[in-house]
C-alpha cells in the first residue's frame, strides 16, 4: 500500500481528473490492479468512462464466504488543486493518501 501511495504521489505532478496526468495515473492504476489479479477467476478490473477525461477504476473481487452479498469501498484518484492548469502542482498526497 505503501509503494502504491508513493507511486501516486511522486510520479504525477497532478492526478487532476481533466489533465493528461490524471488519465495517466487512472490508466496506470488499472494496469496495476490487473497484474495483481493475474491468474484469479474471482477477481475482475476495469475502467469507466465519464464525460470528463479521468476514467474511474472498480476492481470486483467475488467472495466465497457470502458471495451474494456486496461491499463497497471506494476512494478518490484525482487531487484537487486551486487552479486547472495542466501544469499545476497538486500530486494528491495531502487530500487522499
Given at each position: 500500500m505503501r509503494s502504491t501511495i508513493v507511486h501516486?504521489?511522486?510520479?504525477?505532478?497532478?492526478?487532476?481528473?481533466r489533465t493528461h496526468y490524471?488519465?495517466?495515473a487512472s490508466d496506470d492504476l488499472v494496469q496495476?490492479?490487473?497484474a495483481l489479479?493475474?491468474?484469479?477467476?474471482d477477481v475482475t478490473v476495469k475502467q469507466f468512462t465519464h464525460s470528463w477525461a479521468q476514467?474511474?477504476?472498480i476492481m470486483t473481487i467475488k467472495g466465497t464466504t457470502k458471495p451474494k452479498e456486496i461491499v463497497v469501498?471506494?476512494?478518490?484518484?484525482d487531487s484537487t488543486i486551486g487552479?486547472?492548469?495542466?501544469?499545476s502542482i497538486?500530486?494528491?498526497a495531502d487530500d487522499d493518501a
Open positions: 501516486l504521489s511522486t510520479d504525477y505532478k497532478n492526478r487532476y481528473y490524471g488519465v495517466a496495476t490492479w490487473k489479479a493475474a491468474g484469479r477467476s476514467k474511474s477504476v469501498i471506494g476512494g478518490h484518484l487552479n486547472t492548469q495542466e501544469e497538486a500530486p494528491g
